[in-house]
């Protein structure tokens, strides 16, 4: 393996899907990647129920938005301004 200085940037995705049947709350997850590689990710169960797939696309934005880690990471790692 070996690391080298870049400038590519960090890319991120997300998705949700409307609730579950049991619960009406919305599934939701986070991909951030590096290079072409996977480097932080999440899925879980939304904490509120939201009205329409619009809205619980809405939330999972906001919630991988406050996901910061993988550039401060990414910056001090890898040297990424």
Same mark, same amino acid.
């Given at each position: 393996? @070996?690391? =080298? %200085?870049?400038?590519?940037?960090? $890319?991120? !995705?997300?998705?949700?899907? @409307?609730?579950?049947?049991?619960?009406? %709350?919305?599934?939701?997850? #986070? &991909? !951030?990647? !590096? +290079?072409?590689? +996977?480097? !932080?990710?999440?899925?879980? %169960? =939304?904490? $509120? $129920?939201?009205?329409?797939?619009? *809205?619980?696309?809405?939330? =999972?934005?906001? *919630?991988?938005?406050? *996901?910061? $880690?993988?550039?401060? #990471?990414?910056?001090? &790692?890898?040297? &990424?301004?």
């Amino acid at each position: 393996m @070996r690391y =080298q %200085k870049t400038n590519k940037p960090i $890319v991120g !995705f997300s998705d949700a899907n @409307r609730g579950c049947p049991e619960d009406e %709350k919305s599934f939701g997850g #986070y &991909i !951030f990647m !590096f +290079a072409g590689c +996977a480097v !932080f990710w999440s899925c879980k %169960k =939304q904490k $509120v $129920v939201a009205d329409s797939s619009t *809205e619980s696309e809405y939330i =999972q934005l906001s *919630e991988s938005a406050k *996901e910061e $880690v993988p550039h401060q #990471y990414c910056e001090g &790692i890898y040297g &990424i301004e």
